[in-house]
């Protein structure tokens, strides 16, 4: 199974300020149509993970632009521009190159 | 509207069995993929199966294989996971999630349902 290691796994963040989660895996999640397997999810307090950023950089429907994902390959990151207060939560990557799609641990945002 | 609701989630003792539901509204049931993703407490995210549009494919986590069991109803726009065998290490909340595009990419989830195994 593919590795997911995420890094920081807790970071506290000011609002106004950006932040940014590393995510990596232990293959590569590029295919050879081009695209990386790589989704980002977040989970907020006492509700159901929801998709922030598809295919390593496409923002799902109703994603505010503050949220960007990059990388390829095995590398990748999230980056919250101007982080509110809404954006706590715990941030999730996956791959879902292969069968079965495996889940990084988790990244808890909360305001400093 | 997208709207999938769990159900049949409980409290069953070690070696018991218990069958999830996940209810889906709002769009074409029949033509998307749809899975199974737990969360122990306090802990992260585990995808526990897929199955195709079509049900003719269908995937399991190693943890779950040959216990579980996933089927959809396309008459009723249902899900569901059968569970048989239930260990400790299986209590967590249960999200049914749909596949979009290439299956696993979860754009709607339901709220979860509780499954708690212990004597």
């Known amino acids: 199974d593919i590795v997911m290691t995420q890094s920081p796994l807790s970071l506290p963040v000011i609002p106004g300020e950006s932040a940014s989660i590393s995510c990596r895996s232990s293959?590569?999640?590029?295919?050879?149509?081009?695209?990386?397997?790589l989704d980002w999810y977040l989970q907020k307090p006492g509700q159901s993970p929801q998709p922030l950023i598809f295919?390593?950089?496409n923002r799902a429907s109703g994603v505010p632009d503050r949220f960007s994902g990059s990388g390829s390959g095995t590398d990748f990151t999230l980056k919250i521009s101007r982080v509110e207060a809404e954006d706590v939560g715990v941030y999730y990557c996956?791959?879902?190159?292969?069968?079965?799609?495996?889940f990084g641990q988790g990244t808890k945002v909360e305001i400093k | 509207e997208v709207q999938l609701e769990e159900s049949g989630g409980g409290l069953v003792q070690p070696g018991g069995s218990l069958r999830l539901s996940c209810a889906a509204s709002?769009?074409?049931?029949?033509?998307?993929?749809m899975n199974w993703v737990r969360q122990a407490p306090g802990k992260g995210l585990e995808w526990v199966s897929y199955?195709?549009?079509?049900?003719?494919?269908?995937y399991y986590a190693d943890s779950v294989k040959g216990r579980f069991t996933i089927s959809r109803d396309d008459a009723k726009n249902s899900l569901y996971l059968q569970m048989n065998s239930l260990r400790a290490e299986d209590t967590a909340v249960y999200y049914c999630?749909?596949?979009?595009?290439?299956?696993?990419?979860?754009?709607?989830w339901g709220q979860g349902t509780l499954v708690t195994v212990s004597s």
């Open positions: 295919l390593g950089s």
């Open positions: 709002g769009f074409t049931f029949s033509s998307y993929e």
């Open positions: 996956i791959q879902t190159l292969q069968t079965p799609p495996t």
């Open positions: 199955i195709s549009s079509s049900a003719r494919i269908i």
């Open positions: 293959q590569s999640l590029l295919h050879s149509n081009g695209h990386n397997y």
């Open positions: 999630a749909r596949g979009y595009s290439y299956g696993y990419d979860f754009d709607h």
